[in-house]
Each structure stands twice: as structure tokens, then as C-alpha cells.
């Protein structure tokens, strides 16, 4: 038996209060006078027998009334399963799931929950305990209406940990979760629950088709240029028409093509009519479900690789002999070259490679903006010593000792450097002994998570580090005619070409594209004289303010919207990130999901599924027949509290 109230059960000390009144209460005896005592005897012993009687049965049933009042408030169960084994509280725990997430928003926007709420007005009666909460965050409610649809992915940790870190599991003997949605994923996520019986009532979508993913070109696109871009493309099985797929950027339609149903990628044609970002956005027409009907992109069409260099002033001054060399070739770098002085002018937005030629001169906040930098794709080549920070960057454990030496250290080329970029002349500059190397900086050995050129020692000269999206090269001595020779040589300017363009470049267009979810990562320039706010433009229209940290970055987490997101100052468009649903969330639905042999309950029905939930309750209502009978004992007690005493005519 469980108690869905056992509070009351304290009151339980009540139901001696008639006892106590009949202990207490003085009996007032009737003086009657007699003609005659010999019947005395006789009479008194009757009329003690009678009170006896009737009292007792008054106190047994006024007794028995407080006692099923107690009861009753406390809203007793009979377990159906285990008999009558005592346990205070709910042992049923129903979680019902609502699949919230980008694939199933259609479905739950249509659908009618009403009979949802009777549902769990009938569970409640039956003693269970319900729980709401959407797949999207697996975040508890009390009410069925505080969910609502999101173009987000269903919660990816474990959903036992989720729940017990919201409600005591262990306070219930039996545990349930019904999950209400297309299918997708269910199988994989329920599985997972031991110990919890599992439902899923499928409410399938049909006639569908969407745009999975959309693989860019990448940097290095200019003005006027032509360029493709492929369009991974899933349908249905019940799909049996052609769709009309158009493309447009900055909002002005430039191509549209005919998808037939056996096409899985399409290639789309676009051109650069205007310099700047390229906003794009791809439409699919016409199918039932609208939700992954439309990817939109950020293309930066800048012209060439942007290469950023922090320089110490020398003479000669190398960079500008390089920058000159670069222009001079007509090569596709676009080189800016910048003072220490000038760092906060350093625009990271853009990606690319930045140059610094003296790591030591880099303070935390100019390493908190190039790890930001680096995880989003960008690559850092760095020179020299840059103390703990470059250690930590890099993955270095031990600490990098300074050697400096009168005659040049031997290098040689690692196999690992041919799949990265051509090596032709580097291999032949250090097979003649032309790079000379007199200053380096000596750690542990084998650190860097790639080396391209070794000392003959096998201490690295040259190699990188992954971080994230992006990667930190660094090479090991000084940018100066004390460290090296290397700023002289010819190859150089070659070298940071081929490290620019051997970066993926696709990485660099990811920083412009990202999920629903994802946190947005901005780096604005620092613009001394402007004070105006920085603002995002959301793809519904409303503008959130922005302030940078104290790395001058800006960080936006309320993603939660698919379209572009516009980082302004004043009327300037300072740079915009296209958010879109997970490529998982776009797949189109299948007919049927898979389950074969598992322990879950799956119905297209919910009649079906409230059966068998209800099936599996864990009590039956004692507490209305509780009330019954209190109302029955009270109508005996008024009748039998009103029936005088009399004395026995026939003695």
C-alpha cells in the first residue's frame, strides 16, 4: 500500500481523542423514585448492561471515522503488483518526452495535446508521478505548455545523469519515459535507461526532403570570380517528385536548379557580384516538412589569403623587402605589415596567417585573442620564446632553454614536411648547409605535435601544433641575423607562401558558419575614437547589444535561431556568421525507424500507449471507498446516537 499524501499519517494520534472523551466525560445518573426498592438490584444491573453495549459500539465507530478521515487525506494505494507492502510516497515515475528538436518542430506545432492532458490528469489519480520535458534539454517542467519547438539537436549526455540532477530517482520503484516524436534517435538514447520501462508513441513525417550540408570553396575568391559550391542533398522514400532548389546571395536570386528524386549532391554555380562577405541563402521546394528546406552560408570573397605580420623593426627591413616580393609575383597573398605598436589593429576576423616575428613581446592578452583565433582556424606562426603562454599553446611540458652557439647547427628535413607543402627548396637550402641556425631555444624533444625540419640533435627548428580548428607553427630561433639567416634567403618569402596556402582553408570558412547552439565568436578592430555600441542583428529582426571582453573579443551564445547573424557598430556591418541546423537534424525522415529487438513499447497510436502505461500502474485508489465508508459509519452513529435508553417493561 503507498500513501500519495503520508503527511496526514501524523494526525494518526487523533483517533484517541473518543477514548479520551468517553474516559473524561462525568455521566450525570437520573434520581427516580421507587414505591418500592426490591426491583433495585435487578434495574441497575440492565441499565449498566445497555450502556455498555451502546457506548462501546458509539466509540468504535466514532474511533474508526477519525481514523478513515486520517486515512483518506492521506490517499492510500493498493499496489497491484507487490500486495499490500507499505510504502509512503509515489513509486511511479512517468517522464513524458516531447521531441522539441529541428526535425520534429513540425509535428509538435501541429499537434493537439489534449489528450496528453487528460492523460496525466489519470495518471496523477492513479498515483503516478509526471514529468514534462523537451529532448532538446531534457530540462524538468511541471507543465506540459512550457515546452516549446527549437531548432536545436536532442541532449547528447546521458539522460539518467540529467534527470537525477533535477529530481531524486531513488525515491521511485518504478520509472518510465515516454517519448513523443518522429522516431529519430529514439532507439539509440532509450537504450541507454536500465531500469526504466520505455514507450515511444512514432509520429512519423512524410514527404520529406532537405539540404544536409553545403560544401563552400573556400578562401581566396575575388571580385567577378566564378565558383561552385556542392549540395548535399536527402529524401524520403516517399518522395517521388523533382524539387526546385535556388540559390541567393546578399538577397538576390542567381541560380536555381531541378533536383530529381534519385539525386543525392548537386552542384550550384555562383558568381561574385559585389567585394565583401557573400550572405547565401539555398531554398528547396516544395515538400511538406519546411524546417530543413534552407542552409544559409557566409562566403568572405576578400580577394586574396589574408597574411597579418607583427614585426620588430630591423634593418634591413626583411618583411618590407617580402611584402614587396609578394606584390612584385602577383601571388595570391594579401600581406599586411604591422608594428608591436599596432597589434590591437590586427584584423582576426578574417582568418589567415599571422606572422610574429618576436613571441616574447606578446602579453596574455594578445594570447587569449590568438587562441580564439587559432580554434576557429586561423594559423599563428611564431619565432623565438614566447615564455609559459607559448609553452601552453603549443603543449610543451618543459621549459625552453636559450642556446646560443659560434658556428651553425646542423638541420635536416623530416618525411612528415612533403605532405604538408612542396619542399623542394627547402630541401635544397639545407642539404647545401645555406640556412644557418646560431640561436635556439632547447625543450624536452619530441613536443610539437609535428616537425618538419630537426636539428641534427633531433631538437625541433620547425614544426606545428593543432589547436582546434586551426594550427601554431613555430619556428625556433630568432627573426634576427643573430638567430639565423633565414630573413636573407630567398626562400623565405617562398616558405611563408606555401605555409599560407597550406593551411585548409576550409577551416577559415568555418569561422563564418556555425550551428544553432554554437556560441558566435567576433574580433573586431579596436577603434580608439569610435565609442558606438556593438550590436547583432538576429534573423527575426530584433538586435541584442554586445560589449567586448578584455581581449576585444565578443562572444554571443543565443544562438537558438537558423539564419545570419550581422556583428554591427553604428550602420557598419562589421562581420556576419550564418547559423544553420546540425547537418544530423537535416537529415531527411525515413519511413520507419528501425527498432528489432528491444525492450521498448512502440506504437503510432496513443490509445495504445495509455493502455499500456496504465497497465503497468503501480496502484488503485483506495481513498474514495475510505470516504464511502466514512459517510456510511456516520449515518450509523446519528441513528444509533438517537435511540434513547429504556427500561424493560417485563421484569
Not at 182 to 199: F, S
Not at 308 to 336: H, M
Not at 445 to 469: C, H, I, N, Y
Not at 541 to 554: A, F, K, M, W
Request: hydrophobic share 40%; proline share 4%.
Amino acid at each position: 500500500m503507498t500513501f500519495l499524501n503520508p503527511f496526514f499519517l501524523w494526525f494518526l494520534p487523533l483517533i484517541s481523542v473518543p477514548i479520551i472523551i468517553h474516559l473524561l466525560a462525568k455521566r450525570k445518573s437520573k434520581l427516580i423514585e421507587f414505591p418500592s426498592l426490591k426491583f433495585l438490584k435487578l434495574l441497575e444491573q440492565d441499565a449498566l448492561r445497555k450502556f455498555n453495549v451502546k457506548q462501546l459500539i458509539l466509540l468504535i465507530i466514532r474511533t474508526l471515522m477519525i481514523l478513515l478521515i486520517i486515512l483518506g487525506f492521506a490517499r492510500p494505494g493498493l499496489e497491484r503488483s507487490s500486495g499490500f507492502r507499505l510504502n509512503s510516497g509515489s513509486i511511479d515515475l512517468l517522464v513524458i518526452a516531447l521531441d522539441n528538436t529541428a526535425s520534429n518542430r513540425s509535428n509538435l506545432q501541429q499537434s493537439d495535446k489534449s489528450w496528453l492532458h487528460e492523460f496525466s490528469a489519470d495518471l496523477a489519480a492513479k498515483g503516478f508521478k509526471v514529468a514534462y520535458c523537451g529532448l532538446a534539454d531534457l530540462q524538468l517542467k511541471e507543465s506540459l505548455d512550457e515546452i516549446g519547438a527549437e531548432f536545436a539537436d536532442i541532449y547528447a549526455e546521458d539522460f539518467t545523469n540529467a534527470f537525477s540532477s533535477q529530481i531524486n530517482l531513488e525515491q521511485y520503484e518504478r520509472k518510465s519515459l515516454l517519448w513523443i516524436g518522429d522516431g529519430q534517435d529514439a532507439r539509440e538514447h532509450l537504450e541507454t535507461l536500465a531500469g526504466w520501462k520505455k514507450y515511444l508513441l512514432m509520429q512519423p513525417v512524410e514527404n520529406d526532403a532537405g539540404i544536409s550540408l553545403v560544401k563552400l570553396p573556400g578562401q581566396g575568391i575575388h571580385l567577378n570570380d566564378t565558383y561552385e559550391m556542392l549540395v548535399d542533398i536527402e529524401h524520403s522514400p516517399d518522395i517521388q517528385e523533382p524539387l526546385s532548389l535556388e540559390l541567393m546571395i546578399n538577397e538576390k536570386r542567381q541560380n536555381q536548379v531541378v533536383v530529381e528524386v534519385n539525386q543525392s549532391s548537386i552542384v550550384m554555380t555562383a558568381r561574385v557580384e559585389e567585394g565583401g562577405y557573400q550572405s547565401g541563402r539555398l531554398m528547396l521546394a516544395t515538400d511538406e516538412a519546411s524546417y530543413n528546406n534552407e542552409r544559409h552560408f557566409i562566403l568572405p570573397a576578400e580577394g586574396d589569403i589574408l597574411v597579418q605580420v607583427l614585426r620588430t623593426r630591423q634593418i634591413p627591413d626583411f618583411w618590407a623587402i617580402i611584402e614587396a616580393s609578394v606584390e612584385e609575383q602577383g601571388l595570391n597573398l594579401n600581406i599586411r605589415v604591422l608594428d608591436y605598436s599596432e597589434i590591437d589593429n590586427l584584423d582576426l576576423s578574417k582568418g589567415g596567417t599571422v606572422i610574429v616575428d618576436d613571441a616574447s613581446l606578446l602579453v596574455p592578452y594578445n594570447w587569449n585573442r590568438f587562441k580564439a583565433f587559432i580554434a576557429g582556424g586561423g594559423q599563428l606562426i611564431l619565432f623565438g620564446n614566447g615564455g609559459a603562454s607559448m609553452a601552453n599553446m603549443l603543449g610543451f611540458q618543459s621549459q625552453l632553454v636559450e642556446e646560443v652557439s659560434r658556428f651553425p647547427l646542423g638541420l635536416y628535413l623530416t618525411g612528415s614536411t612533403t605532405t604538408k607543402f612542396n619542399t623542394s627548396p627547402l630541401k635544397a637550402l639545407i642539404e647545401e648547409n645555406r640556412l644557418k641556425v646560431y640561436k635556439r631555444f632547447k625543450s624536452r624533444g619530441d613536443e610539437l605535435g609535428e616537425t618538419w625540419v630537426r636539428f641534427l640533435d633531433d631538437q625541433p627548428f620547425m614544426g606545428a601544433s593543432k589547436l582546434q580548428e586551426g594550427r601554431v607553427v613555430w619556428i625556433n630561433t630568432n627573426f634576427s641575423m643573430s638567430g639565423s639567416n633565414l630573413p636573407l634567403l630567398g626562400i623565405f618569402p617562398t616558405l611563408v607562401i606555401q605555409l599560407a596556402q597550406s593551411q585548409d582553408l576550409k577551416t577559415q570558412t568555418d569561422m563564418y558558419n556555425s550551428n544553432v547552439g554554437d556560441t558566435l565568436h567576433f574580433y573586431p578592430l579596436a577603434q580608439v575614437n569610435d565609442n558606438s555600441p556593438f550590436s547583432i542583428q538576429r534573423p527575426d529582426g530584433t538586435i541584442d547589444y554586445l560589449s567586448p571582453d578584455l581581449d576585444y573579443t565578443l562572444h554571443y551564445p543565443n544562438t537558438n535561431l537558423p539564419g545570419i547573424y550581422k556583428l554591427t557598430r553604428g550602420r557598419q556591418v562589421v562581420q556576419p556568421i550564418a547559423v544553420n541546423i546540425s547537418s544530423h537534424e537535416a537529415q531527411a525522415h525515413r519511413t520507419v525507424y528501425s527498432f528489432g529487438e528491444s525492450d521498448i513499447f512502440v506504437s503510432s497510436k496513443a490509445s495504445e500507449i495509455e493502455t499500456e502505461v496504465l497497465e503497468q500502474g503501480s496502484s488503485l485508489a483506495l481513498w474514495p471507498f475510505l470516504f464511502m465508508m466514512v459517510f456510511l459509519l456516520w449515518l450509523a452513529e446519528t441513528y444509533l446516537s438517537r435511540i434513547k435508553a429504556t427500561w424493560r417493561q417485563n421484569v
